[in-house]
């Protein structure tokens, strides 16, 4: 059982994420070059390599001590409020802001604990009201406002 | 001295104009309201409008952005004081005492102390700012690359000894902001680095992106993980404002000492407004004759941590402006705008673009004036907005970023990226590793390298150029020095019991 999940994972992070930069020099042949005349993968090798070993370290770390377990993940707003953002980005150009910023609003509230459509769908109309004075007409933010098609 | 006025003159000038004058009140209202609102920070915010200043000219953008920096500080602790919620974490020990004045009935009192406090401390910090910088620039127009890389370790050496929580894990985090920072074109060799030939990450990952994902989004998912706490909100009639003359004897040498403290730790590198008001706190608790009242509602105990972290949020311009180095995740970021705008920050920025430079000075002081005269008058309507439950906040928030990362190349990639750091800063809070270092490893990342690669061509490939030149050395002992300081157990275990109240 591990005792120290929390920074056990952590460690492995950063030495997956560390030696991976290392690596993808190697790899991809970024060229090195000399002390004196650094190549394009100098710096993030020595760089990538050193956190991977700081990850090792930390790993080896939280073998030794105990500590607290990583708290479950809440997927379900990680996923509502990720997935609208993401939509709202997808769909923006083509539906115009109006119609995104709605879609983001209800979509988004689906990761609150209460979810009451009504309340979304009155403060969405309002947010994108306010979104288009401000930024399409204030700030001249090159946006279309409603969809192509229409426009 | 002389020299100083006229500089000042030249700045007011320009910080007096309509238009600045409107966007210094426009920032320091969006900081108030943003510092009001808890789940919502500084960094997130100036992240978000990032985009929507490309547009206005260099000035006006920073006087705007810096305003909604030491904005916040305000609104922080009228919430903390009304109603124990510390909009900001720098007024999170401002809520300890200030809330209890306030169920006192003394809540005017608390609110005007910590309202002239930071007047008085904005005030000395700017003149502070104004006063030191020119000398510093001169040094820093000394600087070879192998100072400002031995100076850029110190800087982020100091930014991990500072945070909170385990040393080698804000190392770590660091040395991941550096890497993601050299993702796209080396510019020396031009050669696209890390990205596997999507040519969107040719130019890099956007530090907007970064930073909204990691600060805006996965502080969302975090608070819905955490609930709908009931937000209890009563307002007492705030009368009798003006504190007494007692309260004026017992705190102003609680704010001279917050100014100085909040000062000198905003200049150093990691520090800032959080630590500022922490280490203020503290410091009022130890020197005090009669320390058993912090707690039940000292004055001194809204005085100086309210007086330190507002100085701090000026001086943490000191480094920015001077030596072109933050010191902190905020100024990071304004680094990040002020390169958008095409300035270089650096020594240079003050005597090739004077207009800007003093101008944003000046700035900061007009908009303490501001922040104090429309502060007080404007708490209703700032409780008012805590009223508004999260579950309206939240989708609101996220329009705002959506429209500020999609504004940044007008593709959805950038927001796909943000979404992408969203997941990633989620992950942070579940392994506990404080996500401020990497930001700043993020900006640093090209300018270390930069400079590491022109101070081994100086010396023709000899690393020992940074332990030979005496300023780098310095730099570079000091920096271990620290290091090896916090590795000890004693200290160590000190460090563990400062952060604890966090």
Redesign the interface.
Known sequence: MLKNPKDFWAGVMFAVIGFAFAIIVKVYEYPMGTASRMGAGYFPFVLGNIMGMLGLIIIGQALLTSGVRVSKFAWRPLAWVLGAFVIFGLIAKLAGLVISIIVLVLVSSYGGHEHRWKEALISSVVLAITSVAVFVYGLKLPFPIWPEFLG | MEQLFSNLALGFGVALTLNNLMYCLVGCLLGTLIGVLPGIGPIATIAMLL??TF?LPPESALIMLAGIYYGAQYGGSTTAILINIPGESSSVVTALDGYQMARQGRAGPALATAALGSFFAGTVATFLLAAAAPPLAQIAFKFGPAEYFSLMVLGLIAAVVLAHG?V??A??MI??G??LG?VGT?V??G?A??SFGIPELTDGIGFVAVAMGVFG?AE??KN??Q??EKREVFLNKVTNLWPSKQDFKDCWASVLRGTGLGSLLGILPGGGAVLASFAAYTLEKKLAKDSSRFGKGDIRGVAAPESANNAAAQTSFIPLLTLGIPPNAVMALMVGAMIIQGIQPGPQVMTERPQLFWGMIASMWIGNLLLVILNLPLIGMWIKLLTVP???L???I??????G???LS?S?F???I??MF??VG??FV????EPAPLLLGFILGPM??EN??RA??L?????MTFVTRPLSATLLAVSLLLLIIIMLPAIRKKREEAFVEE
């Open positions: 985009p929507a547009t385990s080698l894990k190392v770590a040395l991941l550096l890497l050299l080396d020396n060799s050669m680095r890390f989004l969302i998912i819905l993980e609930g709908d999260y579950r309206m939240y989708p609101a996220l329009v705002f970023c959506g429209i990362v999609y504004s007008n959805p950038d927001v796909v943000t979404a969203g997941f989620y992950l579940k392994l506990d590793c270390m390298e590491l690669r081994m061509l010396s023709r490939g000899d690393p």
